[in-house]
């Protein structure tokens, strides 16, 4: 959504910034200063002059997309070798409640992993100890889904 906004403030207010401040080009680290257009002139990338969070509240995010993330990737990929397994009519195929395991689990997983990114920002406005407990609770159901997984396949 943020992509599709125009630059805020205007591209006037880039090149006054530019003007009086030595910045580097965050591409090239070329000495902006004095700038007249809105493209860098040794590396031709686009600059705008943005206004940002100080604090973008993402690392319990990160930590909760990487749980839930963990869990689709190898959840789901075992899911698919022993389905693709069992496909093959092998004999001695994992047990069903662990294949139900991994299927569940990955469904869970990937509804985990789109409700993070569709709900980012609400995520960020959560309070530190809330956005915590997400990030924890993905690892921990991350954690569960592989104990589950592995109780059904060693009985
Ligand atoms: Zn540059």
């Known amino acids: 959504m943020a992509d599709t906004q125009?630059?805020?403030?205007?591209q006037g207010h880039l090149?006054?910034?530019?003007?009086?401040?030595?910045?580097?080009?965050?591409?090239?680290?070329?000495?902006?200063?004095?700038?007249?257009?809105?493209?860098c002139p040794e590396c031709n990338r686009e600059l705008v002059l943005q206004i940002r969070l100080a604090e973008p509240r993402i690392g319990a995010w990160i930590a909760a997309l990487a749980g839930a993330a963990a869990m689709l990737g190898f959840n789901g990929l075992l899911f698919l070798y022993f389905l693709a397994y069992m496909a093959r009519?092998?004999?001695?195929?994992?047990?069903?409640?662990?294949?139900?395991?991994?299927?569940?689990?990955?469904?869970?997983?990937?509804?985990?992993?789109?409700?993070?990114?569709?709900?980012?920002r609400a995520f960020g406005n959560l309070s530190a100890g809330a956005r915590g407990t997400w990030a924890a609770g993905a690892w921990l159901t991350t954690a569960a889904s592989a104990i589950a997984f592995f109780s059904f396949v060693d009985n």
């Open 89 to 120: 009519g092998r004999r001695y195929g994992p047990p069903w409640p662990s294949v139900a395991t991994l299927l569940v689990s990955t469904v869970i997983a990937a509804f985990g992993l789109a409700q993070l990114i569709k709900r980012r």
């Open 15 to 39: 090149t006054a910034y530019l003007a009086d401040h030595d910045v580097p080009c965050p591409a090239c680290t070329y000495n902006l200063r004095g700038l007249t257009a809105d493209r």
């Open 6 to 10: 125009p630059p805020f403030p205007s």
